[in-house]
């Protein structure tokens, strides 16, 4: 609703309007050209809905709205034309009004220092990128399945890993540049996204899947095919090896598809850059970016070389053209944790953070990271599902036992994570070690957990007829949900610090020995369909825990002191506090119905920007001041006596 009204809108436009002297329809009368309509009716909403970004037309929003207004086409609005529009702007229908979509159009910041971040919208781009991370997870989770199945699990985890976070960074890199500009253009919406989905989903291609069968001649030639010729010797390529051998140039093919997808993000960095409206902090920023992103093509560059120079078509076990990649891309994986590490230190050594960097939209990163697990559990679901049926009940009983599962940790990590940034480790302190090294450093650990978790059901489900004890594939399932487990509790810490202070002893200890029941289970020698059972009901039971301690949390919030501040968690405002790097409005914690206030202290600012913040907080007291000076001289009005004057006779 509209905090500005008519009036003060009308005051507004005649202190700057001209008498026109043009226009027909108009002559005499104030009006607005399109510039400064523009820049008054975007002051005015501004204003109005107190810097909320979602609730405030783009320029050519208003621009379409100006051309509604001009209904003559002098290209001037008068004061009735101009109250119309503002009052239709000023709740939110002026949104959207402009459907057309520019050829080409710089990058543009999304938030500046300051402003409230609203809910993100769903973003179609996004969740069709998303699915080729299903895909991912699934490919990548074949390279440790088979090796499972071969009883190998210990040489195909590394490939997995590394291959699995790779394709993890290519997601947080996209994340890390939408979540601070916005692209809204043709060349970015179909031209670079269809770059950048194809390049990413070659690299996934690239992942092999099923075994390849080759077959070799007396003379040595040798080819794939579906069925060998007279006198040819089969030989088998597991998913594993087809990487390892680089059968097929996998590992040079995704070597190339990552190394130019890093090059696509090169470009995109500098192109912000060049934006006209760049900022100080977008530029360093993305100079930085630029430079990151340019050490991950060089090193994918080597990467593709090494293979491909090394394989040997004739004799691929002897020449093991993809086995020095790993190495590399580990390399890659660790430097370009190293240079976010590098980079958050950098910034708050600096002192003033608007000078060198940008806020991101911790709404946003909120909801991607939510989809992000989604994607990583429903990996097991897909696995699931791909299986044949089989005769017997044993299986019926692992696919419900993973099922429930799947669905187990998507309770427990959606109890426990943030619902609003104010509640969120980015939210509360700007970009801390804590934010982001953390959040983001567990996150390597996590996503390859729950695909363990994932993939080990799958093996169970193929495998149960065989009637073999698979050691590898026990301790990949009873590993991948400790690790979950524990990587969930973590993050409910990383998020709110005292959760670990205030819970009991006797809610630590559970949640330690049932992380523990995982690999006394994997350890003790039973058929497969026990172990993924035993498994299942431990899992059940950390969500009944998880219930049953948020709710005795919640229950104790309202005679004790909540998370939110003051005595219980319903005495209050809550904590409202922290909109991402940008700031926020601290952490306003009531105590019960009265009315102490608890601030929580912003990230430090240095230099201008501290000044600044003084100023804007001396300015607000003796706003406050001169309110209280007005009321107690109200107040002091109504008590004083009314002095009648003497009645004449």
């Not at 895909?135 to 195909?156: K, P, S």
């Not at 040595?220 to 010797?233: I, M, Q, S, V």
């Not at 426990?416 to 390597?444: C, I, N, Q, W």
Request: proline share 4%; glycine share 10%.
């Amino acid at each position: 609703m509209s905090t500005i009204g008519v009036e003060e809108a009308k005051k507004r436009f005649a202190a700057k309007a001209t008498i026109s002297s043009t226009s027909p329809n108009d002559v005499g009368k104030p009006v607005l050209d399109r510039d400064t309509f523009l820049q008054l009716m975007l002051g005015l909403i501004k204003e109005t809905q107190k810097g909320v970004m979602d609730k405030i037309p783009s320029e050519s929003d208003l621009d379409a709205a100006f051309a509604i207004a001009d209904e003559d086409g002098s290209g001037f609005v008068d004061e009735g034309e101009f109250v119309a529009i503002y009052s239709l702007a000023a709740e939110g229908k002026v949104l959207g009004l402009d459907h057309s979509i520019d050829y080409y159009c710089a990058p543009t910041q999304t938030l500046q220092w300051g402003e409230h971040e609203g809910h993100p919208e769903t973003d179609w781009a996004d969740l069709f990128y998303d699915l080729l991370f299903v895909g991912a997870a699934y490919q990548a989770g074949h390279l440790l399945g088979d090796a499972l199945i071969e009883d190998e699990g210990w040489e195909g985890l590394p490939w997995f890993l590394v291959a699995l976070i790779v394709l993890a960074q290519q997601w947080l890199s996209k994340l890390n540049l939408e979540c601070r500009f916005t692209y809204v253009s043709f060349v970015h919406g179909v031209f670079v996204d269809t770059i950048e989905f194809t390049l990413v989903g070659y690299a996934i291609w690239n992942i092999p899947s099923s075994p390849k069968i080759m077959y070799s001649s007396a003379d040595g030639d040798r080819r794939l095919a579906d069925c060998p010729e007279a006198g040819e010797e089969e030989t088998e390529f597991s998913p594993l090896e087809q990487l390892v051998y680089n059968v097929d140039q996998h590992a040079f093919g995704f070597s190339v598809a990552i190394a130019l997808n890093s090059l696509l993000y090169v470009a995109k960095w500098v192109e912000v850059a060049m934006a006209p409206d760049c900022t100080s902090g977008a530029s360093v920023l993305s100079k930085f970016m630029a430079a990151q992103n340019a050490t991950q093509f060089v090193l994918f560059a080597i990467a593709a070389f090494m293979a491909r120079s090394a394989t040997d078509s004739e004799d691929y076990e002897e020449s093991e053209g993809g086995s020095s990649c790993i190495y590399v891309w580990a390399i890659g994986v660790l430097v370009y944790f190293g240079f976010s590490c590098f980079w958050v230190h950098y910034m708050h050594t600096r002192g003033d953070l608007r000078e060198y960097t940008v806020p991101m939209g911790v709404h946003m990163v909120m909801h991607r990271i939510g989809e992000w697990v989604m994607l990583m559990i429903g990996e097991t679901v897909l696995g699931l599902l791909t299986v044949a049926q089989a005769d017997s009940a044993i299986p019926y009983l692992i696919f419900g036992a993973g099922m429930a599962i799947a669905t187990s940790l998507s309770f427990q990590h959606y109890a426990m994570y943030p619902t609003s940034p104010a509640k969120h480790v980015l939210g509360k302190g700007a970009l801390t070690y804590r934010g982001v090294v953390y959040l983001f450093g567990m996150m390597y650990v996590y996503s390859p957990a729950l695909i363990m978790i994932g993939v080990s059901t799958r093996v169970l489900l193929l495998t149960v007829g065989e009637g073999e004890i698979q050691e590898d594939t026990d301790w990949a399932l009873a590993s991948g949900l400790a690790i979950a487990y524990t990587c969930i509790n973590a993050f409910a810490v990383l998020h709110n610090p005292k959760k670990l202070k205030e819970s009991s002893w006797l809610e630590l200890a559970l949640k330690v020995v049932s992380t523990l029941a995982y690999l006394i289970i994997a350890t003790i020698e039973q058929q497969p369909s026990a172990n993924m059972l035993e498994c299942c009901l431990v899992c059940i039971l950390q969500s009944c825990m998880t219930v049953y301690f948020a709710k005795h949390e919640h229950d104790s919030g309202h005679g004790g002191h909540g998370d939110h501040g003051g005595h219980g968690d319903h005495g209050g405002h809550g904590d409202h506090g922290g909109h991402g790097d940008h700031g926020g409005h601290g952490g306003q914690g009531g105590h019960g119905g009265a009315k102490t206030v608890k601030v929580t202290p912003e990230p430090a600012l240095g230099g201008a920007a501290l000044e600044e913040q003084v100023k804007v907080a001396e300015a607000q007291l003796e706003e406050l001041r001169k309110k209280l000076d007005a009321v107690k001289k109200e107040e002091a009005l109504a008590a004083k006596p009314v002095e009648l004057p003497p009645i004449e006779n």
